[in-house]
């Protein structure tokens, strides 16, 4: 069912493809590249530090909530309903005690 001109496209692909990743694996290999390249990656990530932490400021000076103020209410929220569910059980608990005693 291909046609030849699917075939002679499909050679030609896999054989630039061919070519290219292997230029491309030594290009990437290349310390004059990585060296320049782990420096602009290190400054970009401290920059988006910055801007997060300058963000996060910033939301707080309005009187929003901040993602750590969130994290740190539902970190309440979390504790305050397992102290629900444990009361809920020991309720549970005495009425069964509760219902033993009525019946003797």
């Known amino acids: ?17 061919g070519n290219t990743a292997e230029y491309l694996e030594k290009v990437l290999r290349n310390p004059l590249i990585l060296q320049p390249s782990g420096k ?4 970009t990530m401290r920059a988006k530090a910055t801007a997060d932490r300058l963000a996060a400021t910033w939301w707080g000076f309005v009187g929003l909530s901040t993602k750590r103020d969130q994290e740190r209410e539902l970190h309440k929220l979390n504790q305050l309903e397992s102290k629900l569910l444990d009361l809920e059980e020991k309720i549970a608990e005495i009425e069964q005690l509760l219902q033993k005693n009525r019946q003797k």
Do not use: H, I, Q, Y
């Open 1 to 17: 069912m291909n046609s030849p001109l699917w075939d002679t496209w499909k050679k030609s692909f896999d054989v630039w493809e």
């Open 40 to 43: 602009l990656l290190g400054a």
